[in-house]
């Protein structure tokens, strides 16, 4: 069984930082996409989530919202079980419950994504 467990969230001041990690366990194969979603307040659970980066299998292409190019970073350790978003320059409009998911193939930016993390809250004050 699959499990996505994502920590790093909380409360940060406009321009400031927060490094998201996402820790995944019981994986069945090594040729997995990660992914970072959000989603805006407001929206409900699990629904209208937004791409905001994705890393391939092999750690070598990254790709991001326009809206996060320039101001977050999608990494992964060298074994593979957990990745990380560097979040910097953060805005309000970053603000949302932040998911990891995780898919065999590549990375899509629809949210095709075979495995979700519970979320962890990101609010960015102005």
């Known amino acids: 069984q699959v499990q996505l467990v994502e920590s790093g969230g909380g409360l940060v001041q406009a321009g400031g930082s927060l490094r998201l990690s996402c820790a995944l366990s019981?994986?069945?194969?090594?040729?997995?996409?990660m992914a970072w979603f959000r989603q805006a307040p407001g929206k409900e659970p699990g629904k209208d989530r937004e791409?905001?980066?994705?890393?391939?299998?092999?750690?070598?292409?990254?790709y991001y919202a326009d809206s996060v190019k320039g101001r977050f970073t999608i990494s992964r350790d060298s074994a593979g079980d957990t990745w990380y978003l560097q979040m910097n320059s953060l805005i309000p409009e970053d603000t949302g419950v932040y998911y990891c998911?995780?898919?065999?193939?590549?990375?899509?930016?629809?949210?095709?994504?075979?495995?979700w993390g519970q979320g962890t809250q990101v609010t960015v004050s102005s």
């Open positions: 791409f905001v980066a994705g890393i391939n299998w092999n750690a070598v292409n990254t």
């Open positions: 019981g994986r069945a194969s090594s040729y997995y996409a």
């Open positions: 998911a995780v898919r065999t193939g590549p990375v899509t930016e629809r949210d095709d994504y075979k495995h």
